[in-house]
């Protein structure tokens, strides 16, 4: 199943609630450390778990975050959990959402949280199609119909603005839960995330990748954040999560295979063959040219500036229009600089 991008609306629901709890709550989502025992951290997923968390149960399993002096707790997200709200109130020390502009919409809704580093480098969603109609780059979109998740209709907006391409030349219709639409012949193109790559074997030889990083929006995914407050009164223990995440995700890049065993035996939901199918596009997201220089979990200003840019001129901050610096800070990536430079 895809997952799919928060919107604005959802956001705003939460915030007025947010608001007196964040206020009250005085538990932080981490437990601190005695001279006998690690201090326990809790991870919120913004959805069920799955390869996105790969590293993260890589490192639990291979004693990582114990070597740093903390215990890892991971509580998946699901369809009726915001994991945002869980970590504004305190319920968690730590979140993980699938795309970066869940930051930016929750900070503008007057949630205190900001991103401390991106999971994946580049954004895995992407628009399939078939060679019978492919659509390669954006141009192509024109006079086609586009199945997509109500929730990413604003990106498929931000697509067709980068690119010069008016609203109306292009028929966007709510994508089901398969590929149904496409394979009919009721779209000529569907979106997901090229990762999931179970779903997308009905598609065969056939299929048509166009990213949505490619065509000029390029979000980050399975972004890390936590509260002003963690940053700012306990960036130590947010630091020793990054950097045995780091480490978790430089050895399921060395050795994916057991990597995918470990994921699995940690999640026997989770069907091994389709993991291992999978391993390879999950960690070409997450290492890269970037990671090369900058090491894993590596972000930058520039892309937030023109991500907010891009929400903002298509009018999808209905509070306060956040800054960068309200969004995101490279504070604990510095503070780990060695070590993630080690496995980028």
Do not use: C
Not at 101 to 106: H, Y
Not at 188 to 216: C, E, H, P, S, Y
Not at 259 to 287: C, G, R
Request: net charge negative; aromatic share 8%; hydrophobic share 45%.
């Amino acid at each position: 199943m895809f997952r799919s991008l928060s919107t604005r609306r959802e956001f705003l629901r939460t915030a007025a609630a947010i608001g007196g709890v964040a206020a009250t709550h005085s538990l932080i989502g981490v437990t601190r450390a005695t001279a006998q025992s690690p201090a326990k951290i809790n991870m919120q997923l913004g959805w069920l778990a799955s390869n996105g968390i790969l590293g993260e149960v890589v490192a639990i399993k291979k004693g990582f975050y114990t070597e740093q002096g903390v215990e890892l707790e991971i509580t998946p997200g699901g369809p009726n959990v915001d994991g945002v709200a869980s970590v504004a109130s305190g319920q968690a020390m730590i979140g993980q959402t699938s795309s970066s502009p869940s930051v930016m919409l929750a900070r503008s809704a007057g949630i205190p949280i900001k991103a401390i580093a991106a999971g994946y480098q580049k954004h895995p969603f992407t628009y399939f199609s078939l060679e019978s109609a492919a659509i390669r780059e954006p141009k192509d979109m024109i006079g086609k119909t586009i199945a997509t998740q109500p929730t990413a209709y604003i990106l498929a907006r931000a697509l067709l603005a980068k690119n010069g391409i008016a609203e109306d030349q292009v028929t966007l219709v709510n994508m089901g839960a398969d590929m149904n639409q496409l394979i009919t012949g009721q779209a000529q193109a569907v979106t997901g995330w090229l990762t999931n790559t179970n779903a997308l074997k009905i598609l065969g030889d056939d299929r048509v990748d166009m990213m949505l990083w490619d065509t000029g929006i390029q979000l980050y995914a399975n972004v890390y954040f936590a509260t002003d407050k963690s940053i700012t009164e306990t960036p130590d223990l947010l630091a020793k999560f990054i950097a045995g995440s780091a480490m978790g995700w430089g050895y399921a890049k060395d050795n994916p295979e057991e990597a995918v065993e470990i994921l699995v035996e940690a999640y026997p939901n989770l069907d091994k063959a389709s993991e291992l199918e999978a391993v390879k596009p999950v960690l070409e997201f997450s290492f890269g040219e970037t990671t090369k220089a900058e090491g894993w979990g590596a972000m930058n200003r520039a892309n937030w500036e023109a991500q907010l840019k891009t929400y903002a001129d298509l009018d999808q901050f209905k509070g306060t229009v956040p800054t960068v610096d309200d969004i995101m800070t490279l504070s604990i990536l510095e503070a780990t600089t060695d070590i993630r430079k080690k496995v980028g």
